[in-house]
């Protein structure tokens, strides 16, 4: 089975990208022997780095994640220059680089061997080419650069995008900036509500364009924490293909999926007894439910290593990797030779068992302080206000998100504008030395042409704060919920 075409969905910007000549000559730079003077390469002699290092902890993080500070299982990598010789572009395709090669251009898609080490985690994970064998993997500068080029690939300006009603601000934002409408999509506590999809889809005005694109966030969704079922996803995929739209599944919270928040005295620690016990109890994409080649997942190690690697990937049809590798050329070109380098090293090194082993360290800390962050929000906040749901609280299953939510009705200053309450009770915050994310800022806002169509959310009395659990160990987070509860407490006496 091969990928559909959908070629008759590019931009206008896609449809005027022609093939780089010039870049195309470095081809010809692997053949040994062949007189080279065809592109600006410059000499690696010039390159003033001898050598590179790093140490990191090695698998299988028996101590935890967290001992890298501490542990002494750690290993080191050393990249040197290696330099004698004319170092060439596209030539690195070992598993290991050298810096001669490795700083010279390198493949708009990224490094062979970075490239194979994430097709192969994506067979074990997703299971991807059982459905359509033509998929390919393209790296990005991490989930937000890759959703621009995606866009710019796919939109023109004055067309439509899906996305949940409440949903990561910087995305919107792209978008918008771009002229790209983004529709929202109504949610409940298990993300978007497929009735309302279908809802939408079926009544879309007809003088109006039909939308592209689903932007999703759905694992441990950014803000609200909730993450889509299996059922949906497939009610979902479902409808999609019948009204022809891609998928974009943004997942840098895919590997920090803590499970059902359970009450301190019913708590068991999960324990996986193998890494294909870890792989299965993950959510399943949307991209392992593609048969079509619409789905385009986009993975960061922003979450899952460290965001100033500047590094993930989007994996796709093999006709789309292409065209965003075009835009690459005209753009990024790639990413930055030296996280490419310490990024193969790693997870080389580390292999894929390793890898697993890292990111169920990394679940287990995260379910540690999902759990603390929550026992003891819950423990502290008023019964009263709970009973009077003024507060509600709803612990997340994924991500690195939990929200409190106000009935904005409540707060003695409610005049009918809950926002207005929202800005009041986040400045108090402020005020009493807290920083949390207001909700109405990620609010995706109905286009002007949709307003009689889908329903406001005037019904809604509540207003909602997002907090972190991230940034923080738990004494620190239990200092920020107590003044947040303060606060709370003080403003709807
Ligand atoms: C849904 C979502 N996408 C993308 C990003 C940014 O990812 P990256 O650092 O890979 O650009 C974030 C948060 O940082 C996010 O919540």
Known sequence: ???????????????????????????????????????????????????????SPLPPFNEGIESCDKSTDTFSIQVMKNDNSNSQAGTCGEKSFNLAKGLQYQPVVGQQSVLDFIREHLK????????????????????????????????????????????????????????????????????????YLIELLENWPVNLKKPKLLYTIPTGQNPLSYSLSLERKKIIYDVLQKHDVLIVEDEPYYFLQTG????????????????????????????????????????????????GLRLGFIAASSAITKQLARYNT?????????????????????????????????????????????DFLLENVPKQLIEQKIVKISPPVAGMFFTIELNAKKHPNYTGDKISIETHINEKLIEGGVVVAPGSWFAVQNPEEFKHIVSDDSENEYIFFRLTFAANDLPQIEEGIEKVIKVITSEFQ
């Open 260 to 307: 059902e928040y359970q009450q301190k005295s019913e708590r068991k620690e999960v324990k996986f007894n193998s890494h294909n016990e870890f792989i299965d109890s993950l959510a399943k994409s949307f991209l392992s439910l593609d048969t079509d080649g619409r789905v385009l997942r986009l993975e960061s190690y922003s979450k899952t290593l460290a965001p």
């Open 330 to 374: 005209m753009s990024i070109m790639t990413p930055s030779s030296f996280s490419q380098i310490f990024l193969n090293e790693l997870l080389n090194s580390w292999k894929q068992e390793g890898y697993l082993d890292w990111l169920i360290g990394l679940r287990h800390e995260y379910t540690i302080k999902r759990d603390g962050s929550l």
């Open 1 to 55: 089975m091969f990928a559909k075409d959908f070629s008759h969905l590019y931009s206008d910007e896609c449809n005027r990208r022609t093939a780089d000549k010039l870049g195309s000559l470095i081809e010809y730079a692997k053949i040994p022997n062949i007189s080279f003077l065809g592109n600006g390469l410059p000499q690696s002699k010039f390159f003033p780095w001898q050598s590179i290092s790093a140490t």
């Open 124 to 195: 074990l994970v997703h299971e991807v080419g059982t459905n359509y064998q033509d998929w390919d993997v393209i790296l990005s500068l991490g989930n937000c650069q890759a959703f621009d080029s995606i866009l710019r690939t796919f939109c023109n300006p004055g067309d439509y995008i899906l996305a949940e009603e409440y949903s990561f601000s910087s995305s919107i934002l792209t978008a918008k900036t771009q002229g790209v409408q983004p529709v929202p999509l109504k949610m409940d506590e298990h993300g978007i509500v497929p009735e």
